[in-house]
């Protein structure tokens, strides 16, 4: 029973790069959340999809950051052109639709440097 | 926006010993959840909670769901090595949206 899972588990990049995190739910999730952990701001919600739509980006911090779900098996949240104050731990999870009780993925840690 | 306050920041305890967490906010939830991180890793649900009042077992983990629906609380018995870890609470209200609220979290240290 795979659950939430997300590629890469590490990145680091230089200052200016295009980074891209990926997700995908566990197989019969129609919502779908990201987040970003730090320790100054604990857990963020950067946005958050239902049956693939994104219904509340208002936690997306500038427009350098995007989030896609091409459908209901995959989502990827791109960050162009990154800034170290990226740096952080992305994470994904997803849960029933309207349901409380949302699954982590193990998450991407981010360097940019 | 609401927020979930937990505090204190850090606890430390003496391996075998009880501890209690709470939650609050400013805000009714209909729903409150507990979630533990261990280091690299993503939080993993512990206990989720429906009903004020609600008080809910898993092993030797015991939540409750406040009955004002602006508090939670979270205890664990018998502390072990293994409970050390970053505990969040998380508040969901009853708006057609499904996002979680989180608190900043609670690291458990535990002493042998």
């Known amino acids: 029973d795979a659950g939430v899972i997300q590629s890469p588990r590490h990145e680091v990049t230089e200052m200016g790069q295009e980074v891209t995190l990926r997700c995908k739910p566990i197989s019969g999730h129609n919502s779908l959340f990201w987040y970003r952990q730090t320790m100054m701001r604990g857990l963020e919600l950067l946005i958050y999809?239902?049956?693939?739509?994104?219904?509340?980006d208002s936690g997306m911090p500038e427009d350098r950051f995007s989030a896609k779900m091409p459908n209901a098996s995959f989502s990827t949240l791109k960050i162009q052109p990154s800034e170290p104050r990226d740096s952080a731990v992305y994470f994904c999870?997803?849960?029933?639709?309207?349901?409380?009780?949302?699954?982590f993925g193990q998450g991407t840690r981010l360097t940019v440097v | 926006g609401q927020q979930l306050n937990q505090s204190p920041q850090s606890m430390f305890i003496q391996e075998g010993e009880d501890v209690s967490m709470n939650c609050t906010s400013s805000s009714i939830f209909n729903t409150w959840l507990w979630y533990k991180q261990d280091p690299g890793e993503g939080p993993v649900l512990l206990i989720a909670l429906y009903k004020a009042g609600e008080l809910t077992s898993n092993g030797r983990l015991t939540a409750q769901f406040g009955i004002t629906r602006k508090d939670s609380f979270l205890n664990i018995s018998a502390s072990i090595p293994s409970d050390v870890g970053i505990y969040f609470c998380?508040?969901?209200?009853?708006?057609?949206?499904?996002?979680?609220?989180f608190g900043k979290g609670i690291t458990l240290s535990v002493r042998p």
């Open positions: 998380a508040g969901q209200d009853s708006g057609a949206n499904s996002k979680l609220t």
């Open positions: 999870a997803s849960s029933l639709l309207g349901g409380a009780e949302a699954f």
């Open positions: 999809f239902n049956n693939n739509v994104p219904i509340d």
